[in-house]
């Protein structure tokens, strides 16, 4: 019996290996039909000495005969390793690619990378990667990473890689089952297997890192000690500490729903205040999973404008960022920004202003990339009754010789290339044609002289002048009357009247035609009694 010893000694080593085995990472291999372990060993495996090892760790009795559907807990150790390259994407903005012994050089689209791969991503601009096992790393601006090590575990779809982050933001989705993910920043290394997180190095302290949580659970370990971080929340790690207490990261902001369709500039976005959100970020991007965002900026109200998208689809992503700078939970809202061509802008009539004359002239600015305009006229401010529909306008002004008095509204849109753009903002006047200047009329006596003209309309009022000279320099009356009647002494010395409306509005209408009224001639025989006497004295 002296095998008995060796035999133990066999197994315990046996037992030694498959307890290892259990303790580290594994790989679930379900059979189908046709499968044997000697040719799974031969696929997978680093070689067929671990056929052995494999049976033992899954305790198969009968190796020969295992049904499809039987599940085979393969250690990633055992597993085969070979290079493995990454896809590049998307690109926006200036990316640089540098390799060892090359130098530097722009990153485009579809490029392949490889490990020692070191990629600078520029101010305002980001780049999407993909990976073998189908994780997706997004990278910001301000951003530099090293490729560490990208390899594959053999065709099993899992993949072995590590990322060193110097600086900046990385959006992490990891969605393999078993893959093994792996950050490191100065500070901090984060391990993953399927999940969803975001690592970053801030560009004011790059000895500090920030992980967040979305889905899935990630090992954090600082210099002086480790974290699990379960989604939904976030840490800190500072360079020699270890990381922080996980916090809850904050909600998503609640959105105002914006129209399906957005039709005008500046394109405005607002959302409700988040308690304890120090600002917020907001990312712009193109439908998809495969569009990188053309905007990431962070605000510090709840609300976003801009000016500089072109017209297309889009999705707005927005966080809260809290005190330590941690960013929160997002909404998504998407939307399709229809503005162009851009509306011109209303510059005569005036808004809200009056118009003093049937004839009425409009005028407009010239927005860029326009061919002609669109013009309404209408009594409604929802056109639903259609006075003027001008549709091949081709210049910046429209005249109408004759318009009848009222409340009018206006709205001019441009077109390019058989395109017709926004309304632009409705235009409201009042066409109200200046009050005629009144015929003044007199009556006069010995001693009254009374001035009447026709009533105007309700709430016209009229000024009175009356002077000593035509010019109206010396003026003897000023008054402001409500009834269309002035009556007085008469003025024994020659005198000049005038009267003019002032409407409701207290616009004031021409002055009508000055006219004159001479006093009362003294009877012809008061000039006579002077020559009388003179004669009687003379007798």
């Not at 910046?396 to 004759?402: A, I």
């Not at 003044?440 to 000279?469: C, H, N, S, T």
Request: contains cysteine; proline residues 9%; hydrophobic residues 40%.
């Amino acid at each position: 019996m002296k095998w008995l010893p060796c035999l133990a000694l066999f197994l315990w080593v046996g037992m030694q290996q498959a307890s290892a085995a259990e303790a580290g990472e594994e790989w679930l291999y379900s059979f189908q039909p046709g499968d044997n372990l000697w040719d799974l060993t031969d696929r997978f495996l680093i070689d067929q000495s671990y056929w052995n090892k494999l049976v033992r760790l899954n305790h198969v009795k009968r190796p020969r005969k295992m049904p499809p559907g039987t599940q085979v807990r393969i250690p990633l150790q055992w597993l085969k390793v070979e290079p493995a390259t990454v896809r590049v994407i998307d690109v926006r903005g200036e990316v640089l690619l540098s390799r060892p012994g090359k130098g530097e050089q722009p990153l485009k689209a579809q490029a392949k990378l490889k490990h020692d791969d070191r990629l600078i991503i520029g101010d305002e601009a980001s780049v999407l990667l993909e990976f073998s096992d189908g994780t997706r790393q997004l990278l910001g601006s301000n951003t530099e990473v090293e490729l560490v090590r990208i390899n594959r575990f053999s065709d099993t779809g899992i993949g072995d890689t590590t990322i060193r982050v110097l600086r900046g933001d990385t959006e992490n989705r990891v969605p393999t089952k078993g893959t093994r993910f792996e950050i490191r920043t100065p500070s901090a290394n984060t391990a993953v297997r399927g999940t969803r997180f975001r690592v970053k190095v801030p560009q004011s302290d790059q000895s500090r890192s920030q992980v967040e949580v979305i889905a899935g659970t990630v090992n954090v370990a600082g210099d002086a000690g480790k974290l699990v971080l379960a989604a939904g929340f976030g840490t800190v790690v500072d360079k020699g500490a270890a990381p922080a207490p996980a916090v809850r990261l904050l909600p998503a902001p609640r959105l105002v729903a914006p129209d399906n369709t957005m039709r005008r500039l500046p394109l405005e976005l607002r959302w409700e205040k988040v308690p304890g959100a120090k600002a917020y970020r907001v990312l712009v991007s193109h439908p998809g999973e495969n569009n990188v965002p053309l905007m990431d900026v962070q605000v510090s109200h709840p609300r976003f404008s801009t000016s500089s998208l072109p017209d297309g689809e889009y999705r707005v992503r927005v966080r809260a960022i809290d005190a330590a700078g941690l960013d929160g939970e997002e909404s998504e809202v998407g939307f399709l920004l229809d503005a162009r061509p851009l509306p011109p802008v209303a510059v005569m009539p005036p808004a809200e202003g009056t118009v003093r004359s049937t004839a009425v002239n409009f005028e407009w600015s010239t927005p860029p990339q326009v061919s002609g305009y669109h013009f309404q006229l209408s009594s409604d401010r929802q056109f639903q009754t259609l006075t003027v529909d001008e549709t091949n306008l081709d210049k910046t002004r429209f005249e109408l010789p004759s318009l009848q008095p009222g409340t009018w509204y206006w709205r001019v849109a441009s077109t390019f290339e058989k395109e017709q753009g926004p309304w632009g903002a409705v235009q409201e006047f009042v066409l109200k044609p200046e009050p005629e200047a009144p015929d003044v009329k007199f009556i006069a006596d010995k001693d009254q002289l009374q001035l009447y003209w026709q009533p105007g309309l309700p709430g016209q009022r009229y000024r009175l002048q009356i002077a000593e000279d035509p010019g109206f320099q010396t003026v003897l009356v000023d008054e402001l009357l409500n009834e269309s009647r002035w009556s007085s002494r008469r003025y024994p010395s020659p005198i000049h009247f005038r009267v003019r409306v002032i409407d409701d509005d207290g616009y004031a209408g021409a002055w009508s035609p000055a006219q004159t009224v001479f006093p009362e001639p003294e009877p012809w025989y008061l000039f006579g009694i002077p020559a009388i006497a003179i004669i009687l004295l003379a007798l």
